[in-house]
């Protein structure tokens, strides 16, 4: 083992609050997986339980695993981390259907004088409808997806860590209603997947594949976070923004074509196009 990777793992502690909030959630969804599977058995299988909870693994690994510590040293082990935030958690949170699961097991007060009129009231409806929609989805996605990649507030997020964490929850949240969009996890209300969904999702990508090619050419260093700290792996700055291009580039538009080719397919056998 090197030193560095020593000197990180040393480093690093359990996160208390986050494994504990980790924990507490999977206990929620089992809770209120036993009890709605008793009257929807096909519907809650233990794949959906089994997907949901490793979307809390990955989550878990992504932000509260040493992989943190190796995410601050090199740019290409904080690639890997937000594409695990933004493209593997967030499917498998929402193929798990976690709304109707985590709303059975929370605590009957809560779902009564909170919860319950909260989510009946007609503003908060409409608010959720709006915020679900493929366009105000996409552009949240998206949006956070280029703004936390701005040199500033990349470099801004490194340096205060309660601020990237808010950078975390950005790329979470706009995520999963990225795709929700795709996945519509009962009890949403489903509408058929037609021809737009290939251009929300190639042009998500062509987004990805443009910030990736910047970073691969540019021939520079972007972020002065890398430059000012010192680097414990003696990494070449541009060879591994370059390596964290790629990753980007590759594996991030896996994410985006493989289901856009899938759903080509499952299209064209249909012989229909409706919008989504």
């Excluded at 105000?136 to 500033?152: C, I, Q």
């Excluded at 390596?243 to 064209?268: N, Y």
Aim: some cysteine; proline content about 6%.
């Amino acid at each position: 083992m090197s030193d560095a990777v020593h000197d990180i793992l040393a480093d690093w502690s359990l996160p208390i609050w986050l494994t504990l909030s980790i924990v507490v959630t999977a206990a929620i969804y089992l809770r209120g997986w036993l009890a709605i599977r008793k009257t929807r058995p096909l519907q809650f299988s233990g794949l959906r339980m089994a997907s949901f909870f490793a979307g809390l693994a990955v989550l878990w690994l992504a932000i509260g695993s040493p992989m943190d510590g190796f995410a601050d040293a090199l740019l290409s082990a904080h690639m890997v981390e937000h594409l695990l935030l933004m493209s593997v958690v967030p499917p498998l949170l929402l193929w798990g259907l976690p709304v109707v699961p985590l709303l059975r097991g929370s605590p009957l007060f809560l779902r009564r004088s909170i919860l319950g009129p909260l989510l009946r009231a007609s503003w908060m409806r409409r608010f959720v409808h709006w915020l679900t929609t493929p366009l105000v989805a996409w552009l949240a996605m998206n949006g956070a997806f280029l703004a936390w990649h701005v040199p500033r507030a990349y470099d801004f997020a490194l340096e205060h860590e309660n601020w990237h964490a808010v950078e975390h929850l950005c790329f979470l949240f706009s995520s999963t209603l990225f795709w929700g969009c795709i996945v519509q996890p009962w009890p949403a209300r489903k509408h058929r997947l037609g021809w737009g969904i290939l251009l929300y999702l190639v042009s998500a990508d062509i987004v990805n594949t443009m910030l990736s090619a910047f970073l691969a050419f540019c021939g520079r260093p972007v972020y002065t976070y890398y430059i000012d700290h010192a680097n414990p792996f003696k990494a070449s700055l541009l060879d591994d923004q370059m390596l964290g291009a790629v990753i980007m580039w590759v594996f991030g538009s896996l994410v985006f074509l493989l289901p856009a080719m899938m759903l080509t397919l499952r299209l064209a056998g249909l012989g229909g196009a409706k919008r989504i």
